[in-house]
Nanobody, 120 residues
């Protein structure tokens, strides 16, 4: 199991920037990908971005060109740079880590979430 702690959320004006961080601890050797979901009030939790240990990354269309995800394997961290923020980016942002065991079982652990609010 992996424990995840997010930080970096806050209140920002439209057009502003934030940097979210997520620190992993526990069974970190089994992690092969980390990323971010977000959930706005009354809506489902949706994928935002994924980063893998091999260096690849994937984004949902609505954040392409504005958000950047990166994974630091040495520090067991994943980051999300949020630029040119819009009010519709307001949500609770959750970090997650996907792991695979020696037996090939895949599991996912979640952080507690960090709030991002974009408002003037």
């Amino acid at each position: 199991q992996v424990q995840l702690v997010e930080s970096g959320g806050g209140l920002v004006q439209p057009g502003g920037s934030l940097r979210l961080s997520c620190a992993a601890s526990g069974s970190i050797a089994n992690i092969y990908a980390m990323g971010w979901y977000r959930q706005a009030p009354g809506k489902r939790r949706d994928l935002v971005a994924v980063a893998t240990r091999s260096g690849s990354s994937t984004y949902v269309d609505s954040v392409k060109g504005r958000f950047t995800v990166s994974m630091d394997n040495t520090k067991n961290m994943v980051y999300l740079e949020l630029n040119n923020l819009k009010p519709e980016d307001t949500a609770l942002y959750y970090c997650y880590a996907d792991q695979i065991s020696k037996e090939g079982q895949i599991s996912r652990d979640w952080g507690q979430g960090t709030q991002v609010t974009v408002s003037s």
